[in-house]
């Protein structure tokens, strides 16, 4: 009996990433230190340009994070105190709570068991005379199920929020994330398939009076010359981050075909350790094109939280995303939510359990991972489940 520490896998390695593409980033970062110009200004109008052509959008206007991306959509459709607006409890809490600090009440409904995003039919009996907006999430890397949610948009006159700050690049029925309703909110917080440096995020619209609002929103309303048409909130995009971003978007759509490789190879050892009984990885939907910010597979049988224990005491990184939904949450318990109301989504969140896919992962660290849920689930053999890559790690991917 040996007591070696079993060799780590990381979750996420952002060092790796930017090894990969150092030499351009310092290049991108020193240029703005020696032009001294690090709010707004050519650098963010020029990664604006950017992103607009990548996701085939009239405008993007970027801010200071995606967050603030999400509530200046908001502020700009002037939805407040009295409105509501559904969108899926199943995300980030940033979704549900920009609509609250805008005064408005998330509604939330529930979602569909196979994609984990917004369920069209659920949304049908949760619009009222007061409905305002539907705000969909893209979650994992995913199109939601866009069509019938338009529809029903159109059907009611409000308009569509994208929440897609998970799934730059991803795209339904060749169109990409951001395009997909009246206004696509992104985020690019570090560990986002397009990461920053720090906090970050962007609007996408096509209606250029959208646009000119969110851009003089995100100054206090600033019309020019300190006057102020309305008022505002300070979310400007720094130039230091567009710079970063810029350099990363020209490598994005390479990390993309990695995650969805490494996608590909866990669904290929899944199979080869007989494990699909219990295990369900993600199902990419017809007429997607899934980016991958996480693969988040279900564990069935109630054995979620014991393989989380098991990989963790491994070292091997793994998380939930997300363990609480949004209407249990405390801070939304005036909303009159109970047990039981979203079922999917309340059992969606005790089977899920989000695996390391960044673009730098190798085979020998996926099929480590695949062996340890093998192994605390009781069904590793070395006889019958001999191993697929070799023991010994290969060498990281080249830029």
């Not at 780590?8 to 150092?22: C, D, E, M, S």
């Not at 908001?74 to 407040?80: K, Q, S, T, Y």
């Not at 395009?179 to 992104?186: E, P």
Request: proline share 6%.
């Amino acid at each position: 009996m040996t007591n070696e520490t079993p060799t780590p896998v990381p979750f996420i390695n952002l060092v790796a990433q930017y090894q990969r593409i150092k030499d351009e980033v310092q290049e991108a970062v020193l240029k703005v230190f020696d032009d001294q110009a690090f709010v707004l200004g050519d650098e963010v109008a020029e990664f604006e340009c950017d992103i607009a052509e990548y996701c085939d959008s009239r405008n993007a206007i970027g801010v200071a994070s995606g967050t603030d991306a999400l509530v200046l959509a908001l502020m700009a459709l002037e939805i407040g105190p009295g409105d509501e607006v559904i969108t899926s409890p199943f995300t980030f809490f940033a979704t549900g709570s920009s609509i609250a600090r805008v005064g408005a009440t998330p509604v939330f409904a529930d979602i569909d068991p196979v994609s984990f995003n917004l369920c069209p039919n659920s949304i049908e009996d949760k619009i009222t005379e007061r409905t305002k907006a539907i705000m969909p999430v893209h979650i994992f890397g995913q199109c939601a199920d866009m069509e019938p949610i338009w529809r029903n948009a159109v059907r009611n006159g409000i308009p569509v929020i994208e929440d897609a700050a998970q799934a730059i690049g991803a795209e339904y029925r060749g169109r990409r994330a951001g395009v997909l309703g009246t206004i696509g909110c992104f985020s690019f917080f570090p560990t986002k398939n397009l990461g920053g440096a720090g906090d970050g995020g962007l609007v996408t619209t096509d209606d250029p009076d959208l646009a000119t609002r969110i851009r003089r929103l995100r100054v206090h309303g600033d019309l020019g010359g300190y006057q102020h048409a309305e008022i505002g909130i300070n979310s400007r995009l720094d130039a230091l981050q567009a710079a970063v971003l810029r350099v990363k978007l020209r490598h994005l759509d390479q990390w993309t075909a990695e995650r969805q490789e490494n996608a590909r190879r866990y669904n290929a050892l899944f199979r080869h350790y007989q494990l699909l009984d219990c295990i369900e990885p993600p199902t990419v939907l017809p007429d997607r094109r899934h980016v991958y910010n996480q693969y988040s597979i279900r564990v069935k049988g109630g054995q979620r939280d014991q393989v989380l224990q098991d990989l963790r005491e491994k070292h091997t990184g793994c998380a939930i995303y997300y363990p609480r939904p949004l209407h249990m949450q405390q801070c939304f318990q005036y909303l009159g939510y109970q047990e039981g109301d979203l079922p999917e989504t309340e059992l969606v969140t005790s089977e899920c359990l989000a695996l390391p896919i960044f673009s730098e992962l190798n085979e020998f660290q996926q099929e480590t991972v695949v062996r340890r849920i093998a192994e605390s689930l009781g069904r590793l053999s070395s006889t019958q489940f001999p191993t697929l890559y070799s023991e010994t790690p290969p060498a990281s991917k080249a830029a």
